[in-house]
């Protein structure tokens, strides 16, 4: 009795130091909680991509030097100190003999992964929430990336082995829009989400100017592409710790807010959210024309974006001949670009519909138009901007530019169409794009084995069709209004009523 009384009185203790340092937190930290997660949320995106796109830099100095004999007149030529015929690491049991059709499958086999856990991310995150849904997804991926030296080193750099690594790594991060989407469902009011969401889904520019940039130097001043795994884990590692200190799945749960914010989000996200999601209405959902919409316009995004990430390293050294410290600044420079127009688009966007001079609908089709049409047409461009390095990296970076403006298009359009099942729906479309993931950088691969200008050419005009059919169905049938899905009820019997 005098254990349990003591084990019980320190139980209260422990408890009321608890309460009374997150009292003290939520008076000494004055900023909204909203606005914490997304920052976090930012910081999540930003370590799913460098963490997936580290691979992109790397794995051009992970193979031996092109010889490039054979069609010298679509070959680009240099003198200038920034050109590279060798590599950066020059240890040859650190090189691997993997032809370009290997390598698109190594650069897409993340893809494969992410693909088949968008819908459970989606499940697990509105059943569960999605502070462990994202946060252990996260976790997965940066374990991942953390061991890929060591099993490319451990079995010989057998192709095989890293592909079902990067398949893994792929689960793991297939959460992570699926339970961010569940998370700004119940934190983000309707007039704040062009700003915030635009600021959580930039985190993905952000996270490739990140892993391009360091990615290039550190290879470059290690000798070894190693490091940026070995980088890029460990901060992912360091993420999910804060991640589960500071940020919970919704208002009511977490010990740190403040009363006006609780009641303030009560007033303005609980009126559209139910509490608690018996079943997930899936007939509806998914024969529901905006929600088709939604995902051909992600079908598009995915397809340019991704194409981008994986294969604009390569096209910066296979075709432009950078070497591996210019080819990570320069492979950043259209993400800086894409960063800076998706802030001001994302507050733009929310100007425009707070005034009124547009309809949520027509800011959604808008943005994404300019989002689709831009990217098009400029990605052309830069194919046939020939050996000019300046012009070339111009035409990428007015591409990329234009593409900023899907984040607050349809990239938040699934919070329109369903607070409820966003998870679900962000899941399905995410699902559907995660396939050009697969697609494009085999695509690219098979089409490009020599790296000319003419082979790259036809990839970027590959792109442009998607673009522009996906974004005439968009324009068609996208909707910004709350569906009637959102609200289906679940009969006595476990059904739709």
Not at 313 to 331: Q, T
Request: hydrophobic share 40%.
């Amino acid at each position: 009795m005098i254990v349990k009384n003591c084990c019980r009185d320190a139980t209260s203790e422990i408890r009321s130091r608890y309460l009374s340092i997150c009292e003290l937190v939520t008076t000494v930290f004055l900023i909204p909680q909203r606005y914490v997660l997304g920052v976090m949320g930012f910081l999540a995106i930003i370590n799913s991509y460098t963490m997936r796109v580290s691979i992109s830099v790397a794995i051009t100095e992970m193979v031996p030097p092109k010889n490039s004999s054979s069609h010298k007149s679509d070959i680009c030529s240099y003198s200038d100190s920034g050109s590279s015929t060798t590599n950066s690491v020059t240890d040859g049991s650190k090189l691997y003999d993997w032809n370009e059709s290997t390598q698109g499958l190594i650069l897409s086999s993340f893809y494969w992964g992410y693909a088949g856990t968008q819908l459970l991310g989606g499940y697990l995150s509105e059943r569960y929430g999605g502070k462990y849904t994202l946060g252990i997804g996260l976790l997965i991926s940066a374990i991942c990336t953390l061991i890929t030296p060591w099993v490319i080193y451990g079995t010989d750099g057998n192709s095989g082995m890293l592909i079902f690594l990067r398949v893994v790594e792929g689960l793991g991060e297939g959460t992570t829009y699926p339970a961010l989407n569940a998370l700004l469902a119940n934190w983000v009011p309707k007039q704040e989400r062009g700003r915030i969401g635009a600021l959580i889904y930039a985190g993905n520019q952000m996270g490739t100017i990140v892993s391009n940039l360091i990615s290039g130097q550190l290879i470059e001043a290690t000798r070894d592409w190693a490091s940026v795994f070995f980088l890029f884990g460990s901060l992912g590692i360091v993420w999910f710790v804060l991640w589960q200190l500071l940020c919970y799945s919704d208002p009511d749960s977490h010990p740190f807010i403040s009363e006006s914010e609780k009641l303030y989000l009560r007033r303005e996200v609980e009126s559209v959210t139910l509490k608690k999601k018996k079943y997930i209405p899936w007939k509806k959902i998914c024969t529901n024309m905006p929600v088709v919409a939604l995902v051909a316009a992600q079908i598009g995004h995915d397809w340019g974006f991704y194409m981008m990430t994986t294969d604009l390293p390569k096209y910066m050294k296979g075709v432009l001949k950078f070497n591996v410290a210019d080819n990570g600044i320069w492979s950043s420079i259209p993400y800086v670009s894409m960063y800076v127009i998706s802030m001001f688009c994302g507050w733009f966007c929310d100007w425009l519909i707070r005034k009124d001079y547009l309809s949520v609908t027509m800011a959604r089709k808008y943005f994404t138009t300019v989002a689709s049409v831009g990217p098009a047409i400029f990605l052309v461009a830069a194919s046939y901007s020939g050996c000019n390095r300046a012009l070339s990296i111009t035409m990428f970076t007015t591409a990329m530019g234009f593409m900023g403006a899907f984040y607050c298009g349809m990239k938040i359009n699934a919070l329109d169409l369903s607070p409820n099942y966003a998870a679900t729906v962000m899941g399905i479309e995410n699902t559907a794009g995660a396939i050009t993931g697969i697609v494009t950088p085999y695509l690219a691969g098979v089409l490009t084995p020599d790296q000319t200008l003419t082979q790259w050419r036809e990839v970027f005009w590959i792109a442009f069709g998607v673009f522009f059919a996906t974004n005439i169905f968009y324009l068609i049938f996208a909707s910004g209004e709350i569906q009637e899905f959102n609200n289906e009820k679940q009969s006595d019997d476990g059904g739709e009523k």
